[in-house]
C-alpha cells in the first residue's frame, strides 16, 4: 500500500512562510516525479509546483521566486518552501506522485494523492 503524508499547512499572515512536507511510504520501486497542487473553493485543482527524479523543477507562474520545491529521495520526501504568501495562496495543497510498484512480476506505474493540508493567509 503506498501512501502520501502531508504536513506542515496552518494559518499565517500575508508575507509570511510555511514549509510543506509530503512523505511516501509503502512498498515502493521507484518514485518518477513529485509535486504540489493547490485546489481552492469553487477553483480547479492547479499544479503548483512538480520536480522530477532528476531534479528538473516546475512552477506555476503565480508562485515563481515565492516557492521552492525540493526532494529528499533518502527519505521518500517533496518538500514546498512557500514564502510571500499572500492571500490567494489560500487553497487545501495536495501531494501527487508519479511511483512505479512492483508485485507478482508486474510493475505498475501510478499518481497517487495525499490527503491534503489546509494553507490559509489572512490579510
Known amino acids: 500500500q503506498v501512501q502520501l503524508v502531508e504536513s506542515g499547512g496552518g494559518l499565517v499572515q500575508a508575507g509570511g512562510s510555511l514549509r510543506l512536507s509530503c512523505a511516501a511510504s509503502?512498498?515502493?520501486?521507484?518514485?518518477?516525479?513529485m509535486g504540489w497542487y493547490r485546489q481552492a473553493p469553487g477553483k480547479q485543482r492547479e499544479l503548483v509546483a512538480h520536480?522530477?527524479?532528476?531534479?528538473?523543477?516546475t512552477y506555476a507562474d503565480s508562485v515563481k521566486g515565492r516557492f521552492t520545491i525540493s526532494r529528499d529521495s533518502a527519505k521518500n520526501t517533496v518538500y514546498l518552501q512557500m514564502n510571500s504568501l499572500k492571500p490567494e495562496d489560500t487553497a487545501g495543497y495536495y501531494c501527487?506522485?508519479?511511483?512505479?510498484?512492483?508485485?507478482?512480476?508486474?510493475?505498475?506505474?501510478?499518481?497517487?494523492w495525499g490527503q491534503g493540508t489546509q494553507v490559509t493567509v489572512s490579510s
Open positions: 501527487n506522485a508519479e511511483i512505479t510498484r512492483y508485485s507478482g512480476g508486474i510493475y505498475r506505474t501510478s499518481n497517487y
Open positions: 509503502g512498498i515502493i520501486f521507484s518514485i518518477n516525479a
Open positions: 520536480i522530477t527524479s532528476g531534479s528538473t523543477t
